[in-house]
């Protein structure tokens, strides 16, 4: 998201103070990256190269320190423009709140994709959810797609 909001103020809004900012929230959360896994360490790396990227045209020469700090070879200003990766921006997994009656029972974490059938199925089989509908008939089902399903009994 800080790339597409630096890029977009940068191209079209001529708007330094809110890349900035957006710059500066994307530094609070490398802040308290916490993943030192080799692949946490290779995504943490990606955000460093694309924070000190986006801010070379307002702070060029501490941007070419960083640079170099990163393990670059050649000067931040001949490096390409970060290109943004839609995909990567998709969420895999989303977190469907599960309502029995109106109430909440449960969360479950589901494939971004998942219809009212699979989410349904996926809430009657949590042991939470069951237990407030076992031997009863689902009447009706209520989906919000990605968010809320609401069982009603």
């Known amino acids: 998201d800080t790339l597409a909001k630096v890029s977009d103020d940068y191209a079209r809004r001529y708007s330094f103070n809110t ?14 990256w916490t993943d030192t896994s080799p692949q946490g360490r290779a995504v943490l790396q990606e ?3 694309v924070l000190v990227a986006v801010l070379a045209p307002i702070v ?8 170099h700090t990163l393990g670059h070879a050649g000067a931040v200003i001949d490096a390409p423009w970060p290109t943004l990766d ?3 921006r998709e969420a895999q997994m989303i977190t469907v709140v599960v309502q029995v009656n109106g109430k909440l029972r449960g969360r479950l974490e589901l494939p971004a994709m998942v ?14 959810v069951a237990r407030y509908t076992e031997g009863r ?9 990605g968010r809320v399903l609401n069982l009603v009994v």
């Open 19 to 32: 890349a900035i900012a957006a710059c500066m929230e994307l530094s609070n959360l490398l802040q308290r």
């Open 47 to 49: 955000a460093l190269d």
């Open 60 to 67: 060029p020469h501490v941007s070419h320190v960083l640079w």
């Open 86 to 88: 839609q995909r990567a």
């Open 115 to 128: 219809g009212e059938r699979e989410a349904a199925a996926a809430a009657l089989a949590d042991p939470g």
């Open 137 to 145: 008939v689902v009447r009706k089902t209520v989906y919000v797609p």
